[in-house]
C-alpha cells in the first residue's frame, strides 16, 4: 500500500472514531480533552460535532491556524508529562471523552507516552466515558470497543470506562 493510501486509512479511520464516539456521549456530561494539537484539524472536527461541550486542548508548541487554536483557558501548553497529571484535580472524574494523537515518527516514544497516559488519566475519566487513540492504550479497567463499519482492527483504538 502507498504512503499515500496509508495516511488516507488513517485519517478516514480517524475520522470515523470520531464521529462515532461524539454520537456515544451524546448523553454523558463531562468535558472533552484533545492531546495533541497539530495543524488543529482533530480539535476543529470535534468543535464541529460537540459544539455544546468544553473541549481542552494539550499541545507543548501551538502553531494551529487560527481558526482551529483554541482560546487561552481551553489550552493547556506544555509537555503532557506535566500537563496532564497537573490536570488531575480540576477534572476529577469530568472527561467524557479523550482523544489522543500525540503521534510523532518515533514509535518507542509514542509506546512510553501511550504508557504514560495509561496511567495517568484513570482518575480523570467519568463512568461510561470514551477512550480514543492510537498507538494503543494499557486500560485492563476499560472495555476495548469494536470500531465503526469500514475501519480496519487496529487502526485506532476505542474504550469505554466502566
Ligand atoms: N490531531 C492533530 C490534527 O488533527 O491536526 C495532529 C496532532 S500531531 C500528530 C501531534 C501533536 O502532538 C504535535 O503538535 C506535537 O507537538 C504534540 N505532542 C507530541 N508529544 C507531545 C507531548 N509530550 N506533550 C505535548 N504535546 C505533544
Redesign the pocket.
Known amino acids: 500500500m502507498s504512503r499515500l493510501d496509508s495516511f488516507i486509512r488513517r485519517i478516514t479511520a480517524q475520522r470515523e472514531c470520531l464521529n462515532e464516539a461524539a454520537r456515544a456521549i451524546e448523553g454523558l456530561d463531562g468535558v472533552v480533552f484533545?492531546?495533541?494539537?497539530?495543524?488543529?484539524?482533530?480539535?476543529h472536527h470535534l468543535r464541529e460535532r460537540l459544539p455544546d461541550r468544553e473541549i481542552f486542548v494539550?499541545?507543548?508548541?501551538p502553531a494551529?491556524h487560527p481558526d482551529c487554536m483554541p482560546d487561552a483557558e481551553h489550552l493547556f501548553v506544555?509537555?503532557?508529562?506535566d500537563?496532564l497529571p497537573a490536570a488531575v484535580e480540576r477534572f476529577r472524574g469530568q472527561v467524557a471523552l479523550l482523544h489522543c494523537?500525540?503521534?510523532?515518527g518515533d514509535l518507542a516514544g509514542n509506546r512510553r507516552?501511550a504508557d504514560f497516559i495509561s496511567e495517568t488519566i484513570p482518575p480523570l475519566m467519568a463512568p461510561g466515558a470514551l477512550v480514543l487513540t492510537d498507538p494503543a492504550f494499557d486500560l485492563p479497567q476499560a472495555e476495548r470497543q469494536a470500531l465503526p463499519d469500514g475501519v480496519e482492527p487496529d487502526r485506532y483504538y476505542v474504550y469505554r470506562w466502566p
Open positions: 484533545e492531546l495533541g494539537l497539530g495543524n488543529g484539524r482533530t480539535y494539550f499541545e507543548r508548541s494551529a506544555g509537555d503532557v508529562h500537563t494523537d500525540l503521534g510523532t507516552l
